[in-house]
């Protein structure tokens, strides 16, 4: 065996939107084998029928929920006015919202809906960003600790 292996994947604490900077994500550092087999999972064979030859077509949105799934481990400080300016609410989402004191916690229901939802893209592009970049999640996890 070789000297060189990984450890745990890193993850940091980092603000995605710099319009909700009380709103800050647990993001996992996603290594480039283990997004190609996100990728994979999203992808499927079809028969080109102009060409006639087959290939791989990429569910985006499927892409997405996996890519998110995989390296949102938590998030905080999502509160209701933040998340309004994400998507549209419902009046029992709302009244939900407000009885946990304005802010949403961290659930996988709520990050599938987030992921799913077309006008939550600053949230997922953010994400998505900065999980893929070892270089800058290390950066983050530095600032971090220099604030503590």
Known sequence: MGLISTGDAPEVWAEVNPEFPEFEVLVQYLSPTAAKKISDAATTKQVNRRTRQIEDVVDNEKYARLMVKEMVQDWRGLKLDYL???????????????????????????????????????????????SMDLEAMVRAQRMTSEKN
């Open 84 to 130: 309004e300016q994400m998507v549209p609410l419902s009046d029992e989402s709302r009244k939900a919202i407000a009885k946990e004191g304005g802010e949403v916690p961290f659930s996988a229901d709520d990050l599938a809906f987030l992921s799913d939802n077309t006008y939550a893209r600053s949230f997922l592009d953010g994400v998505m960003a900065l």
